[in-house]
């Protein structure tokens, strides 16, 4: 199921990056250079986080550098480059999982219903980032422009 799960996640990561934001993604495999340019290091990301019901239960973990929040916000809605505010930002990552979550989950189950969440969205440390990965999750890093990005999703065990 993760292994189906994951490569339905890199397809609409792409897609979404893409069409949306006009950013590019590559995943990003262990500490590998890839096509697009090195990652860079960041000390703060915006963490974003919606809930999902259906046939899977748990949550969808998005977190993005600030600075590439920004810029992907800006480009969303045509505005200078670079000049989100942070607000705007945080807006553009809890628009993003709810784009990212739907589109997943849609494409996995198209007979399910599916029940998400309000998306929250807060300022994090680059440590936190890999919080949280456990024996019901998965995890995707993408390199984006150079940017890290990384998708988790946990499984809220059936009861």
Request: aromatic share 8%; glycine share 6%.
């Amino acid at each position: 199921m993760i292994d189906e799960i994951e490569k339905k996640a890199i397809a609409v990561i792409a897609q979404v990056f893409e069409t949306m934001f006009f950013t590019p993604v590559a995943v990003q495999q262990g500490e590998s250079e890839d096509l697009y340019s090195p990652i860079k290091s960041f000390s703060a990301f915006l963490r974003g986080e919606i809930g999902f019901e259906g046939k899977h239960c748990g949550t969808l973990i998005l977190s993005v550098p600030v600075e590439l929040a920004k810029t992907m916000a800006s480009n969303f809605m045509g505005l200078e480059e670079e000049s989100a505010s942070d607000s705007q930002a945080v807006d553009m990552v809890n628009e993003l999982c709810n784009m990212i979550c739907g589109n997943l989950f849609s494409q996995l189950d198209k007979k399910t219903v599916w029940n998400l969440t309000i998306p929250q969205t807060r300022e994090v440390s680059g440590q936190a980032m890999d919080a949280g990965n456990g024996d019901q999750a998965m995890s995707v890093r993408f390199n984006a422009e150079g940017y890290p990005v990384q998708l988790q999703i946990q499984f809220t065990p059936a009861a």
